[in-house]
């Protein structure tokens, strides 16, 4: 492996676990700066009782005490225990929805990056023409129309008017169209950020000079211009990646999937720290590490670039 190159990995990788250790740290005492407690929406509850269970949790220690705690146990991936889905483990509740998140999202970005490069592809090698204008328009509506009016539309058309797909994403053939939902957005975005990244290489002097030598067109486009245009692509797919895999908060919730971003939306109407805190850093620990997959990707594009 290349010096270069393996030294950029390892300070990536202690830049990654330097970022994940501020997540953890800033959300532990955001968390514990909110007024009130897990334990307050409880009915009829005695101050005896909720010191028996703050007392359980380790939620009666010093602040500091506990912050040592949590990370001593994150070394060993244990999150706790949760707090209101009883006898149930943090890291079990987060895999579980991980599984069903995980699924819709790989399809998700499956789709919004085979769809998205060859419809910028496209539009580019057809500049200024009718199909170039038809995904333009098509992608900016995608870009600005919010993930909930996209998933009622697909809701209220395919369930309630056309009736060919079930409602609720746990019945079969119900992730078609959270799926759709959740790969609208960044297929219409990957489309223009490969329409302008082509563009810009298609005026390359490189190109202009394969185009005189009489290289065959779909060669020049395909193997030259195409590679070089998806830098950029790159950039965006890894953390685009990290956020379809956990799940949307708002596609999940629309469609009934018992994903992620579900469990995190009840994880915080019900005040289940323990749940917030792993949720959140499972999150930016995907998002970090796809980020840092995403730079070494540029080396495979692009042997050029030089880490150092």
Known sequence: MDSKLLSYILKRTLLTIVTIWLIITITFFVMNMIPGGPFLSEKAITQEVQDV????????????VQY???????????????IKLRGREVIEVIMEGFQVSGKIGLMAAGIALVLGVSFGSIAAINRNKLIDNTIMVSTTAFVAMPSFVIGSFLLLLFCVYWQVLPSVGSEPGGLVLPVIALALYPTAYIT?????SMLDVLQQDYIRTANAKGVSYVLMIYKHALKNALIPVITYAGPMIAYI????LVVEKIFSVPGLGRQFI?????????????TTIFLATLVVLM?????LMYKVVDPRIDFS
């Open 53 to 64: 269970l703050n007392a359980k949790y380790g939620l009666d220690k010093p602040l500091v």
């Open 68 to 82: 040592a705690n949590y990370l001593k146990n994150l070394l060993h991936f244990d999150f706790g225990p949760s």
């Open 192 to 196: 223009r950020l490969t329409r302008s």
């Open 245 to 248: 895999l956990t799940g949307s």
């Open 266 to 278: 009840n994880s915080i109407t019900n005040r289940d720290y323990p749940l917030i805190m792993g």
């Open 291 to 295: 980020t840092l997959v995403s730079d």
